[in-house]
Each structure stands twice: as structure tokens, then as C-alpha cells.
């Protein structure tokens, strides 16, 4: 079986991907931001700008750009008349916590944005690597996006690793195995959330509606198709809208 990296053809607004062990990135240690401040609301005037981390979900690979997740947010904002730019991605087919990490330092990105979405973690699951580790780099990553957001944890946006499980992709026999494994590491990036105080949104449930219905996959009969992110999305502007008006 090939690795869900190569599966995934890369966007990216930064650098390529290589396969390596997760504790061998060298990514700056992050301040832990620890104080809450007070959320401006959004005004009608001002525009809504979004960061969205990730791997080959919020990539969206075998769909357009305009059908990922990031990008179908964007627009169903705007048509609840919020003025949005479109979304900054880095993301990349393949990577694992430690290369997103890497991917964002080599981004040195001087902005703050008004809304981060983050999922990651299904290729750390994939290439077996331990969830304690796994623990780690994924709090150092939610605090990243904290600070990425302004220091306005209620405008980070956790999104579970879906339970790939469910899609031809893989073989009958593994099937328990991997959905245990998932449910493995959701358990960690949703405890590490709400240690963080951030949003957490869980989509695997909507994830296993593949097992029966093949419109929810692209062609490669793993990825979600622009109908799933859709539903995702649904789920998603519920937290995302009341952000935007209420203060911290």
C-alpha cells in the first residue's frame, strides 16, 4: 500500500516535503501564550483574513481550489456579507506535524490573521509514528496557531482527522486497526485543544458517511470530495460566526 503522501500531490505556498522522522524538524520554539485578550469584533467594513494549516485535507486533493474546505468557509462567509480575502494555504500532501512545523517557520509570516484553521495528523498515524510525540508537536502547533490568530484562541479552529478507514482505500483487513488508530490521535488533538482553549470541531462522524456513499470520496477513492467538505463547512461556520462578533 502506498503512503497517503503520495496520494497527495502538493499545494504549497512553501517548500517540498520529505519523508523523516518526526522528532528530527527543527522548528523555533514557540512563547506559550498563556493570557487571553479581548476579540475585536468584525465590522462590516473590515476584511476577514484566514490561514489555513494542514496536510492533504485542507489541501483538498482531487478537488479544485475553489471545493476545499478553506475556500468553501471563505465563500459561505460572504454570503453571510462578511467581506473575506481569499484564503492563505500551507498545506501539503504527505506532511506530518513536524513538516507543517517547518513549513510555517519557513513562511515567516509577519501577519496576523482573523481566523486559523488547523488538522493535522493522519500521516503521523500512517507512518506509525508515536502519539506521544505526536502530543507534543501538536500542542506546539495549536500555540503557533494561537499566536498566527493575533493571541485570540477563540479564532483557532481545531478540525479532527477524518477516519479514512471507512474508504476503499483500504484493505478490509486493516480496517479496525486504522479506526482505532484515528480515534488514537483525535483523542489527543482534542484534549490538547481544549487544554489550549480553542475550538474544536469534530468531523469524523460526517468522515464514515463514505463507508456507504461514494459521492463523499474523489476518484482515488480516499480523499474527501467537495460534497464532504461541504458538510464539514456547515459545521464549521456554527463556530466561526459567533468568533467574529464576540469577544473573548
Known amino acids: 500500500m502506498k503512503i497517503l503522501g503520495s496520494l497527495l500531490i502538493a499545494l504549497t ?13 527543527k522548528s523555533s520554539p514557540q512563547p506559550i501564550v498563556t493570557t487571553p ?21 485542507t489541501f483538498g486533493q482531487g478537488v479544485s481550489l475553489s471545493q476545499t474546505f478553506p475556500y468553501q468557509l471563505a465563500s459561505l462567509l460572504r454570503l453571510n456579507n462578511y467581506i473575506v480575502a481569499d484564503p492563505m494555504l500551507i498545506a501539503r500532501t504527505g506532511w506530518t ?18 481566523i486559523v484553521t488547523l488538522l493535522i495528523g493522519v500521516n503521523n498515524q500512517y507512518q506509525k509514528y508515536d502519539p506521544d510525540t ?25 478540525v479532527s482527522i477524518p477516519d479514512y478507514s471507512v474508504t476503499p482505500f483500504v484493505a478490509s483487513g486493516n480496517k479496525d486497526l486504522v479506526k482505532q488508530q484515528v480515534d488514537v490521535y483525535n ?13 474544536y470541531l469534530d468531523i469524523t462522524a460526517i468522515s464514515r458517511m463514505a463507508a ?36 473573548y
Open 13 to 25: 505556498t512553501v517548500t517540498g516535503c520529505s519523508k523523516q522522522p518526526m522528532n528530527s524538524y
Open 37 to 57: 485578550v479581548l476579540a475585536p469584533a468584525v465590522t462590516a467594513t473590515d476584511t476577514i483574513t484566514y490561514l489555513a494549516l494542514g496536510d492533504s485535507y
Open 97 to 114: 506535524t513536524g513538516q507543517l512545523s517547518d513549513a510555517i517557520a519557513a513562511a515567516a509570516l509577519k501577519q496576523k490573521f482573523t
Open 134 to 158: 505526536y502530543r507534543s508537536d501538536f500542542s506546539q502547533l495549536v500555540n503557533t496557531a494561537i499566536l498566527l490568530a493575533g493571541g485570540y484562541k477563540n479564532r483557532v479552529f481545531v
Open 187 to 199: 483523542a489527543v488533538n482534542e484534549g490538547e485543544s481544549g487544554k489550549a482553549g480553542v475550538n
Open 212 to 247: 456507504n456513499d461514494p459521492t463523499m470520496l474523489v476518484s482515488d477513492d480516499l480523499h474527501p470530495s467537495a460534497l464532504m467538505y461541504s458538510l464539514w463547512v456547515k459545521e464549521l461556520i456554527k463556530q466561526v460566526t459567533p468568533s467574529l462578533t464576540a469577544k
